[in-house]
């Protein structure tokens, strides 16, 4: 039976198509945080929340992904969050174990991903919001704690983890936003990264895997409609798309410089928007934007000493 957190409410977050700049002034920026638990013990199953707060804004979905030390704790499963279930979001899904995490910065990442509507399925999202500013659950994640006494006293962290451009990122309704870290907090609030501030932390001076970095934010970071990287647009690319789309070939890397016609995903219609470019004169590729907008704080569970 799913164990969900008795925590209510409508779903999650969403996007004002303003800068992120125009929004923030005294007015509290959404925040995605992972529970703080202050009660563990050695050998225990804990439930830890993703929660977002501070916002009535929109989303289409999210991709978190995060790490944490397997040598003492222990993934389960994770379950869509108490807003997902209110708000029937139509996918939910999680992967662990598969993906490089940096050692020694952690040993094991895990990727949790939600989207409210998909093209197809009996569920259709009944809301993409919160009613209100109060913290509203997006996911829960089940861990065993390790049975040795030596993590007693101990912080166990679960954190935010960067790879790429993409990684905790959440989408406007329409896919064609992308809203990625303004400023990153540990587990008991103080601040680790602050995107605004070039001065006290310099792009140069970023540590590793922790926010996205200043090129996910420009152009620059991909040719937009060049979906199989080779530095220019042409037929190459619409063949790429069509062989990733129908036949299960490989994914365009970012995936955003796939999506040429701007839609919010790659498919056919990109191939189709990317002929007319090259062949047509049809219009250049037009690439989803970019914004930082989001607040993230780590947290992890606290082992009780006995």
């Known amino acids: 039976m799913m164990r969900m957190k008795d925590i209510i409410g409508c779903m999650v977050i969403a996007l004002l198509l303003i800068p992120a700049y125009a929004v923030a002034g005294d007015r509290a920026l959404p925040r995605v945080a992972i529970e703080s638990i202050p009660d563990g ?40 969050g108490q807003l997902l279930v209110d708000c029937e979001w139509e ?39 919160p009613p209100d500013t109060d913290p509203h659950e997006l996911g829960l994640l089940e861990f065993i704690v390790t049975s040795d006494m030596t993590v007693e006293g101990q912080y166990l962290p679960i954190r935010f983890f960067w790879d790429d451009c993409n990684d905790n990122a959440i989408s406007s309704i329409d896919g064609q936003y992308l809203m990625i870290d303004r400023a990153i907090y540990d587990f008991e609030g103080n601040l680790v990264w602050n995107e605004d501030d070039d001065d006290l932390f310099p792009e140069d001076e970023r540590i590793p895997y922790v926010g996205a970095p200043d090129s996910c934010t420009t152009p ?17 690319d619409a063949v790429m798309i069509i062989n990733y789309v129908f036949n299960g070939g490989p994914a365009p890397i970012p995936i955003d410089g796939g999506d040429a016609n701007g839609d919010g995903s790659c498919n056919v219609g990109d191939a189709v928007y990317l002929i007319n470019y090259v062949f047509k004169g049809g219009p250049a590729p037009v690439c989803p934007p970019v914004i930082r907008l989001i607040d993230y704080q780590h947290g992890g569970i606290y082992i009780l000493e006995h």
Request: aromatic share 14%; glycine share 12%; proline share 4%.
């Open 91 to 129: 996918y939910f899904t999680y992967r662990f174990g598969s993906e490089d995490c940096g050692e020694p910065w952690c040993s094991e990442v895990l990727r949790v991903v939600g989207v409210a509507e998909t093209n197809n399925g009996s569920y259709h999202p009944s809301c993409y919001g």
């Open 220 to 236: 620059e970071r991909f040719v937009c409609g060049d979906a199989n990287s080779d530095g220019t647009i042409n037929v190459g």
């Open 41 to 80: 013990s050695p050998g225990s199953t804990q439930y830890v929340s993703i929660t977002v707060e501070h916002t009535e804004l929109e989303m289409g979905g999210f991709d978190f992904l995060m790490a944490y030390d397997e040598s003492v704790l222990t993934f389960v499963q994770a379950w869509p």
